[in-house]
Structure formats: structure tokens, C-alpha cells
């Protein structure tokens, strides 16, 4: 659980983990997949597994580390599994909305991890409800459960050259061909995982070999914490197969441009991943070194917001030539209790978080390094702290451009009513957190940036900054109840 006064990130919407491997422990090392996903979402998570004939199911509100223990992971036997992390985005924080889905089915068990944000969940909500389908939960996550477990036919004709598919593999493409939006799924089966991308790639998902068998993961770091070898990424659009048979891979048809999310490079994945060739630390540098080709400042020491901000803040001290440093101590736990300060506490704000360096920043021109502001509820504090520590000038620099719009395809953004961008101007921004200059990433530098050394240079998602959608948005998620009413007999 996330303190008031510190959420002022976007939150990303979920890790998704499979593997496929007889003879090993796959519940524990879904466990420690998880664990290391952790940051992708820490309000709920859970595991999966088969042995072939049964499935097995835990999952609860809570970090991995509070969900499970010896004693429930016993019972999580069998020779593949699926694990899920969870932040909400679609569908409130409660245990009915956590991952994964497990129901049963004609043809077994089928579970369901799902990253990301469908775009026509009314519209496949009512459908499934006039199908005579029930519905638990206010997830669009239950929502793609329940059309997998239903004949093909039900949602999309089968195409004649699919007719040698198996019928989750038929059952895949059917959801895919109606499914809007952004979605990396992990899905088990009796027998095997399955591993689906969207599209439009907006959602990371990647492969990896292991001793004995196979896994997916939403970030190539949770391959390495548990051994594995990196394979390659599931492409967009693609689906991955895996069973005693080993890997099996067929595509949906489509001409959707790759549109992965930029804010995977910016804040989201952890630096020690590996996305489209590029290490993601690497990226943060090249971020905050076109951050200060961009804007330059006379100063004497450069600090960044930890641990985020932390690699931009290194390219920026790189290429303006400015010492880099601590200035702010993070305590990285305060965000993650489920224990909320009193109100005296809650008073001191961003002391609950970081304490300053008084001995780096008294008496001294400070560049802050943020890797983005959202809703501006945590800048003007971090910047009073640095000043109360005794800096002279405080000049915040930003390795990400304005955020002016919301993300509709699974990042929690805001709305365009809480975006600090959308509603003040760059001026009415730096007065409000009280800096003495601020400035942002432009479009093209984050572009710049994110593409330098790819070994794909393909697009990527830059809606939030831009307000260019790789995929249509209905009206009503921009505040337009006009479309959602149509629905509103399908709504719970």
C-alpha cells in the first residue's frame, strides 16, 4: 500500500511469470520470478499450477514475501505453473480481482495472468453476459478467462488453415482478434503455458531456457534471479506454446505498428533488464545525457530522486561535466506497509521517505533529477527538503517529457483533471514546486534516447506525452458517458 504523499509515479499494471519445467519445484520458482517482478505490482499476488490432471491455486492481497510461506506453497505441485503481481488498473484492490483466474473448463483447468488494459472491456462485458456468462469480479483480466474458456466460434470464425491448431491455441487467436487494447498474457492448461502479446506489443514479454524446461516473464530479470537464459522476446502478436513437446509459436495476422511502452525505459522496467537489445539501465543514461544536452545549468552538484531517477541522474552529471552525488536517502519501505501514519506523521510528508544529505547540498547549487512528475504532489516537498537542507538553488530536471495525457492500456496515469501538465503551463509548473528552473525531456529526445543502439527501431508508445494513441480509445474513457451508457445495463 502506497502512502498518499508518495504516489506521485505512474503505476504499472502488473508482472506476469510462466514456466514449464517436470521435475522441478515450479511453485518456488514462480516464487522467486515474482519476487523479482515485485516492482511491477505489490498489492496482490499469486501462483497457478498443474501436475497434469488437477490445478492448484494461492493468491492473496499483499508483497510475494507476505502471500506466501512454506506451509501454502506445499500444495502448489505439478509440472508447470503461472504467477501474476498485481496493480490495479482496471477493477479495484481486492482479493477478488487478484491473479491469477483458475476455472474450470470442458477441456481441464484453465488460469489466466494478464499484464495490461483492455480497451473494449463494456463491450466484451456485455457479450459475455448475454452469453448466459457470470462474472465475479470488475477485472477485464476475468473477462478474457471467461471468453477463453468458451468454444472459438463463440467470438471469432475459424480460419481454415487454423484447423491443426490445438483448441487453446484456436481459442488464443479468437480472443485476440476481438480483444482491444494491451495485453501479455501467461496461461495454463492441463498440459502446458501458453505466452500471448498483443498486437501492438505495448506490454513486454519475453522467453527463457532454463535446466529442464521453459518460462515467460514479463521482464528478462526474472529469467536471470532464477538461472535461466534469455531466449529471445515474444514478438507482437505472437503466441508461444510450451509443453512436454518443448515450444511451439504461430502469429496472429495483423498490420498494427509496435508500439512498446516508453515508459517501460523510462521508470517502469527494473535497470537490469533487457529490452529490444538495450540494457534499461543503459537507456536511463542516454535519457539523462539528452535531458542536459537539452537543458543546461550552471550548478555544483548533481543529485537524482532514488532510487528512479538514480542512472538519469548519472547521464546527466556525465554530460554536463557537474559531480554527481547523494542528496537524498530513501527509506525503501516506508511506501510498502500496510501500516498508515497518524496524522503527526503524515505531516512530515517526504520525511517519512528520504532524509537529506545536509553535508552534499548546504550551501550549494543543486540540480534534482526526477524521471517524471505526474500529479506534482511530491516535487514542492522534495524540492523544500533540499532547500531546508541548505542548498542555495534548487533546478529540477525531468529525463521524460510532460505528462499531459492518461494512459488507457493498463498504466495507471491519472486523469486529465489530476496530470499537473494538462492543466499549468511550464512556468505555472516550476513556481508551484518552487524551483528556481525546470525543465523537461522533449518528444524527439526521448525518442532519440530510447532508439540510439536498438536492435529493432521500432515505435513505441508515446501517448501519455503526446496524446497520440497507437489504438483507438472510446469515448467514454475520456469522460464521455455517452458510450458507456450503452453498456450500462451489462455493468454491475
Not at 319 to 329: A, K, N, Q, R, V
Request: charged share 20%; proline share 4%; net charge negative.
Amino acid at each position: 500500500m502506497t502512502l498518499a504523499f508518495t504516489d506521485d509515479k505512474p503505476h504499472d499494471e502488473c508482472g506476469v511469470f510462466g514456466v514449464y519445467a517436470p521435475g522441478r519445484d515450479v511453485a518456488r520458482l514462480t516464487f522467486f520470478g515474482l519476487y523479482a517482478l515485485q516492482h511491477r505490482g505489490q498489492e496482490a499476488a499469486g501462483i497457478a499450477t498443474s501436475d497434469g490432471k488437477s490445478a492448484y491455486l494461492h493468491k492473496d492481497v499483499g508483497l510475494v514475501s507476505q502471500v506466501f510461506n512454506e506451509a501454502n506453497m506445499k500444495p502448489l505441485i505439478g509440472s508447470h505453473a503461472i504467477g501474476h503481481n498485481r496493480y490495479s488498473t482496471t477493477g479495484s484492490s481486492l482479493l477478488r480481482n487478484a491473479q491469477p483466474f483458475l476455472i474450470e473448463t470442458i477441456d481441464g483447468p484453465l488460469g489466466v495472468s494478464h499484464n495490461g488494459n483492455l480497451t473494449n472491456t463494456l463491450e466484451l462485458r456485455k457479450m459475455l453476459l448475454e452469453r448466459g456468462g457470470g462474472l465475479q469480479s470488475t477485472s477485464d483480466s476475468e473477462i478474457m478467462t471467461l471468453m477463453l474458456a468458451a468454444p472459438v466460434d463463440a467470438w471469432s470464425e475459424l480460419k481454415s488453415n487454423e484447423s491443426n491448431l490445438d483448441r487453446w491455441q484456436q481459442r488464443i487467436l479468437g480472443l485476440m482478434r476481438v480483444a482491444k487494447g494491451a495485453y501479455s498474457l501467461a496461461i495454463l492448461t492441463r498440459d502446458a503455458i501458453y505466452g500471448a502479446r498483443d498486437a501492438n506489443g505495448l506490454r513486454p514479454l519475453c522467453l527463457g531456457k532454463l535446466e529442464g524446461g521453459y518460462m515467460i516473464a514479463s521482464e528478462t530479470s526474472a529469467l536471470f534471479t532464477i538461472g535461466a537464459e534469455f531466449v529471445r522476446e515474444i514478438e507482437p502478436g505472437e503466441i508461444i506454446k510450451i509443453d512436454a513437446h518443448g515450444i511451439t509459436s504461430i502469429k496472429l495476422e495483423h498490420d498494427a505498428p509496435k508500439a512498446l511502452c516508453s515508459f517501460e525505459y523510462v521508470y517502469f522496467a527494473r535497470p537490469d533488464s533487457v529490452m529490444e537489445g538495450q540494457v534499461i539501465h543503459d537507456v536511463r543514461q542516454r535519457l539523462g545525457r539528452q535531458l542536459a544536452k537539452e537543458a543546461p545549468v550552471v550548478a555544483d552538484v548533481v543529485i537524482a530522486v532514488p532510487d528512479s531517477a538514480t542512472p538519469h541522474g548519472i547521464g546527466f552529471a556525465l554530460e554536463t561535466g557537474i559531480p554527481y552525488t547523494e542528496g537524498l536517502i530513501k527509506n525503501r519501505y516506508i511506501g510498502r506497509t500496510f501500516i498508515q501514519p497518524d496524522q503527526s506523521l503524515r505531516e512530515l510528508g517526504m520525511q517519512l521517505k528520504y532524509n537529506p544529505l545536509r553535508a552534499n547540498l548546504e550551501g550549494k547549487r543543486i540540480v534534482l533529477v526526477d524521471d517524471s512528475i505526474v500529479r506534482g504532489t511530491t516535487s514542492g516537498p522534495l524540492v523544500q527538503l533540499v532547500r531546508d537542507a541548505g542548498a542555495i538553488e534548487v533546478h529540477v530536471r525531468v529525463a521524460s517529457p510532460m505528462i499531459k495525457h492518461p494512459c488507457f492500456m493498463g498504466v495507471d496515469m491519472a486523469t486529465y483533471g489530476q496530470l499537473i501538465a494538462h492543466n499549468k503551463t511550464l512556468e505555472e509548473i516550476r513556481v508551484h514546486i518552487g524551483a528556481d528552473s525546470l525543465a523537461y525531456l522533449s518528444v524527439g529526445g526521448l525518442k532519440n534516447a530510447i532508439g540510439e543502439g536498438s536492435s529493432l527501431h521500432h515505435g513505441h508508445c508515446t501517448a501519455c506525452f503526446s496524446g497520440e494513441y497507437p489504438i483507438d480509445i472510446p469515448a467514454w474513457l475520456f469522460g464521455d458517458t455517452r458510450d458507456q451508457a450503452l453498456f450500462e445495463g451489462s455493468l454491475t
